[in-house]
């Protein structure tokens, strides 16, 4: 089926060069940070992870979220799904691939990454993260290529398909789950230090994954033949405004503990994000727009009339990507580090070079996705025509 | 001499198994000789579990800065402040978020930010403590490690091995004081002094502060306790009749944190 990503029309190969040319100036920027080390960045002994683990985090989120056109699919039943869900294990590969990049240009020594394996370490969570991310792809590859194979071939899927599938969907939850154990285990770290932290990261992957997938869909649908079908955006559009809802309640009941207790260690790091504290406050703006977009998303999307029209749905589900991504990615990291375990207050912002390689780490994770989804696009066009 | 390409297969082969069966005789003979060996020598200090007393009555900032620079020429510690050549030299905004601490001066609101008191004496408030890894009993960032580079010796000392770290920082998300050091860049043209008997470290690695195990395992005290004057008092606390232990009997000693449940090690003697 891979010979269907090799011949395209001129704009699909316009697109694969451009996402080339970011992804060639992102890794030759990351030759450059390989030569002198991270502090091309701006990190530092304070804020010790920045936007590349701000991004993995985010995108662990895409991944999972794939599962929420999945699971109604393989376990309902729900036969709207059926055309839309390969773009949803499709796009859950491309998403793990740029989180495992994400990992490996934040290490000090990513030629030592194999360490994690031969020396195997059960009781951290980095561990356990490798492995539940590196079984997801595996599953979301074995499962997205068969399923499209045996619907190219006009016969269904294979018993071992399905099953993989199924167990795909159970994994999905954790590989965020164990995500956010990386943070909300962390003694003096209050940010994190929350039982609500993996609710949350659910929550808050269940509504951006779908949104993303559902932005990706209607901009396929205008460019292509492919149509995922009417039932399956208003479906895909409905599950984003319960969960977005869910995410926004969710962060209220961390506000409300850590304001209604009082307790200082609990607040500051709300007061910093938010209103800045002893005159630093870069991250405010950005926190501003991240709650605001969440909660006018969600009013918005509850309005029967603008989630059933698409392009007033698409524009509500864009506004969903960006709002999380700013809590998640930035926020979460700003957050966690900020004020230091000394309350001393450190900023962070990424240079040029760091934010350069982030997006060259998201284009080489569009180029995946726009090659996978060539592929699937082609062989339904193949099965219409 | 020719050497065909059949001679030289035979012996590539011949060698191979020499050298396999090789290693397994040592294996044999004497086993786990091959595997590095790392066997305490017998003028090494020994204790159940290491601790430190800080006297701060007696720890007044000359005898602290002068404990900083001992621990800073042992261990080549990097001062992005002052390179070696000046062309090396970098803003002081970049050289804070670069700095390596292994030991170092913190006012007692940020050493201990929880019993941080409105209307405390203003001097005990900015009074400069020494601060430095606490070497924790209970260490999150040993849990955290996904590579076991970071781990704790039979003595309590939480150790670094510099060439296993793959430069996560986890730990240093999991250290609840800030103890934990990451090489941003090479250290190299910042450190001042060489000594050759510890290693310098590349960029991409974790470090801090180790109780100076290296020079316990030679017999002598921590090279900051040695130059502490008496203000800084290294031992046994799993043994009674330690000096720590008769400091800690005889006055109200302070930690960092203990509410954390890591069990710090490093206490405070503040009045």
Request: charge should be positive; include cysteine; glycine fraction near 8%.
């Amino acid at each position: 089926m891979f010979e269907k990503a090799l011949v395209g029309s001129k704009r699909y190969w316009t697109w694969v060069a451009f996402l080339l040319a970011l992804t060639g100036i992102g890794a030759i920027l990351y030759l450059w940070q390989l030569k002198v080390g991270l502090k091309i960045t701006g990190m530092g002994r304070d804020v010790s992870w920045g936007f590349y683990i701000g991004n993995f985090t985010y995108l662990v989120g895409i991944a999972a979220g794939g599962v929420m056109v999945a699971l109604p699919f393989y376990l309902h039943n729900y036969k709207a799904f059926g055309r839309i869900v390969v773009l949803g294990e499709f796009m859950a590969v491309a998403a793990v691939i740029m989180c495992l990049s994400f990992i490996i240009v934040d290490l000090g020594k990513p030629m030592r990454a194999f360490n994690v394996l031969f020396h195997p370490t059960p009781n951290s969570i980095l561990f356990w993260d490798m492995v539940v991310l590196n079984v997801y792809l595996l599953l979301n590859i074995f499962v997205g290529w068969n399923a499209l194979q045996a619907e190219r071939n006009d016969v269904p899927p294979p018993t071992w398909v399905k099953v993989l599938a199924v167990f795909s969907v159970a994994w999905a939850p954790l590989i965020h789950i164990v995500t956010a154990f990386i943070y909300q285990g962390l003694p003096g770290r209050h940010y994190w230090l929350t039982a609500i932290m993996a609710p949350r990261f659910l929550a808050s992957a269940f509504t951006s994954g779908p949104a993303l997938l559902l932005v990706i869909a209607l901009i396929i649908k205008r460019y292509t033949k492919f149509d995922p079908g009417e039932v399956a955006i208003q479906t895909i559009g409905k599950i984003v405004t319960y969960c977005i809802i869910i995410n926004v309640a969710f962060f209220f009941f961390e506000v409300f503990t850590s304001f209604y207790s009082q307790i200082p260690g609990h607040m500051q790091h709300f007061k910093y994000l938010f209103f800045g504290l002893e005159g630093h406050g870069i991250m405010a703006p950005l926190m501003w727009i991240s709650i605001i977009g969440m909660i006018t998303a969600s009013i918005l999307l509850v309005i029967p009339g603008i989630r059933r029209n698409e392009t007033t749905l698409a524009l509500c589900c864009i506004l969903v990507v960006i709002s999380t991504w700013l809590d998640k990615g930035p926020g979460l990291m700003a957050g966690g580090f900020i004020p230091n375990p000394l309350h001393e207050i450190v900023e962070y912002w990424p240079t040029l070079p760091e934010a350069l390689i982030t997006l060259g780490v998201w284009a080489l994770g569009f180029l995946i996705l726009t090659v996978l989804y060539k592929i699937a696009i082609s062989v339904h066009e193949e099965i219409e025509a | 001499m020719e050497v065909n390409r059949r001679q030289f297969l035979k012996s590539i082969g011949l060698f191979t198994i020499l050298g396999i069966g090789g290693w397994s005789a040592f294996e044999l003979l004497v086993p786990g000789q091959i595997e590095a060996q790392y066997a305490r020598k017998k003028e090494a200090l020994r204790a159940k579990r290491w601790a430190m007393v800080i006297d701060m009555t007696k720890m007044d900032e000359e005898t602290a800065k002068r404990c900083i620079e001992a621990c800073r020429r042992i261990h080549n510690i990097p001062d992005f402040y002052h390179p070696v050549d000046p062309k090396y030299k970098v803003d002081p905004k970049k050289a804070r978020r670069w700095e390596i601490k292994w030991i170092w001066l913190e006012p007692f609101e940020h050493a201990f930010p929880d019993l941080e008191e409105k209307f405390m004496p203003e001097s005990l408030k900015e009074k400069l403590f020494v601060v430095l890894c606490n070497n924790c009993d209970n260490p999150p960032c040993v849990r955290v490690c996904p590579t076991k580079a970071t781990w704790k010796r039979e003595d309590g000392i939480v150790m670094i091995d510099f060439h296993r770290c793959i430069g996560c920082r986890f730990c240093m998300a999991a250290c609840p004081f800030g103890s934990r050091s990451f090489n941003w860049g090479d250290p190299r043209p910042y450190v001042n002094y060489r000594n050759p008997e510890f290693p310098t470290r590349e960029k991409g690695v974790v470090e801090k502060c180790n109780f100076c195990a290296e020079r316990i395992d030679k017999g002598l005290l921590p090279a900051c306790v040695e130059a502490s004057n008496g203000a800084m008092t290294f031992g046994d606390i799993l043994d009674p009749n330690s000096e720590v232990r008769r400091l800690l009997r005889e006055h109200y000693t302070i930690r960092r944190k203990p509410h954390l449940g890591t069990e710090p090690q490093v206490y405070y003697i503040i009045m």
